[in-house]
């Protein structure tokens, strides 16, 4: 490998980090430097690596791999062994030192570490693990830390990560488990599973330790998540949203996230040749927020896809489960359940909270539900307000207006 300098290392490997998108930091406790013992904080909020808080807010962390070359060849990865990239590797003084100088510039508010897997996976998990210790140990970094954890490592070393890091992440790679032998066939769907149950067992003894003794160490916080590629195997959304609902149920997932498959150089010939339209992508996250927040099941979800499997790109597929289960609808704002308006295609979770509040004190005119939405046009449809039924709407739509005395004469040709 070329002597490259620090600056030739962060523009190769920041760059190799972008195909890893499992990088919130929601759920992580809450530390500060304001007693002048430390440095960072993670008072700031949830959401990092350029990614929106739920108030809006926007803020970031430095993304990077400690390295992109890898001893695995899966043939998705751009970082794969054959393939003909510039290789770049950073030694652990220089990924604590960049964190550090970005940090004191204000350009950060933590660390997302990740790595190709160099000599071995515990060598590997080595390296990331010394990176953590050296930033809260020696430097008293308090910023948020994020390691995206080995599947073969040694569990000692993960459980030496877990000390260090807010968040641990495992990445189930793809989403069924003949995608994963077919595309990547080192790694180990069984081995992914057993790490990540793992890791779970470790998370809850850290928090019952934590219930029984105030001077317990925390353990990775802010829990775990994963990553699965989109479109580079057969595998439809039907698939995706079933193995999603799987993950969460069985480890206790913070997050599951979706990364679109992107071609890479030098190919392997079993791959698309076209990357699958990033609305798709975006479509699956829009259903993982249905199951995680509207009270939907997995095969509910699910149901809004069409026969092909797949989730329709024209229509969030809230929407499209709404119009699939029309008899549903229209729900009274007035006397619907919590869980009934959250499947209200344009209701989130602020808005029904607000109408919860409001109907309490009067009954909800549609002015009403509009002040307390984003924007009712969506809603209409679908609702039932003191002063409107949609079915005058539906009249409007399919019954044409009567026609003028000069308009009846015309047809007569008078």
């Known amino acids: 490998m070329a002597q ?52 809006g807010r926007c803020i970031s962390l430095l993304k990077i791999l400690l390295t992109n070359s890898c001893i695995f060849d899966c043939h998705y990865c751009i970082n794969r062994k054959s393939s003909n990239v510039r290789r770049a590797r950073f030694t652990v003084d220089e990924v604590v030192n960049l964190t550090l100088s970005f940090y004191r510039r204000n350009y950060i508010e933590g660390l997302f570490l990740s790595s190709g897997i160099i000599r071995s996976s515990d060598y590997t998990m080595e390296q990331l693990v010394e990176v953590a210790r050296l930033l809260r140990e020696k430097h008293h970094f308090r910023g948020y830390i994020h390691l995206k954890t080995i599947p073969d490592a040694d569990p000692e070393l993960v ?15 793809l989403p069924t488990e003949n995608g994963l032998k077919r595309l990547a066939p080192e790694k180990s769907g069984a081995r992914i599973a057993g790490a990540m149950g793992d890791l779970k067992g470790a998370i809850e003894d850290g928090k019952d330790a934590r219930k029984r003794y105030r001077s317990a160490p925390k353990f990775a916080p802010a829990g775990q998540s994963t990553q699965m590629i989109v479109g580079a195997d057969s595998a439809n959304d039907r698939d995706i949203i079933g193995s999603a609902r799987r993950l969460y149920d069985r480890y206790s997932l913070k997050r599951v ?24 992508e975006h479509r699956l996250y829009q259903s993982d927020w249905m199951m995680r927040f509207y009270g939907f099941a997995a095969d509910e979800v699910a149901a809004a896809a069409g026969d092909d499997g797949m989730l329709p790109l024209d229509m969030d597929p809230k929407l499209a ?25 344009g209701l989130g979770v602020k808005a029904v909270s607000a109408i919860l509040n409001s109907r309490r004190s009067h009954a909800l005119r549609l002015d009403d539900v509009a002040r307390l939405t984003v924007s009712v046009k969506k809603i209409r449809p679908f609702i039932i307000a003191a002063d409107w039924k949609p079915i005058l709407l539906a009249d409007s739509l399919l019954s044409p207006p009567p026609l003028s005395l000069k308009s009846q004469l015309e047809l007569f040709g008078a």
């Not at 459980?159 to 790679?173: F, M, P, T, W």
């Open 257 to 280: 996230y979706y990364s679109a498959f992107s071609p890479i150089s030098d190919a392997s010939a079993i791959l698309p040749l076209k990357r699958p339209p990033l609305i798709r």
């Open 4 to 55: 490259l300098d620090t600056r030739e290392k962060l523009a190769i490997l920041a760059d190799a980090a972008k195909y890893d998108a499992s990088c919130a930091s929601s759920g992580t406790s809450k530390r500060s430097s304001r007693d002048g013992k430390g440095l960072g904080s993670t008072d700031a909020g949830m959401g990092i690596c350029h990614a929106y808080a739920p108030d």
């Open 321 to 345: 489960w709404a119009l699939k289960f029309r008899d549903q609808f229209p729900v009274d704002v007035n006397r619907a359940s919590k869980e009934m308006l959250l499947r209200v295609p």
């Open 159 to 173: 459980h030496q990560a877990g000390l260090y890091a807010d968040r641990l992440s495992i990445n189930v790679e």
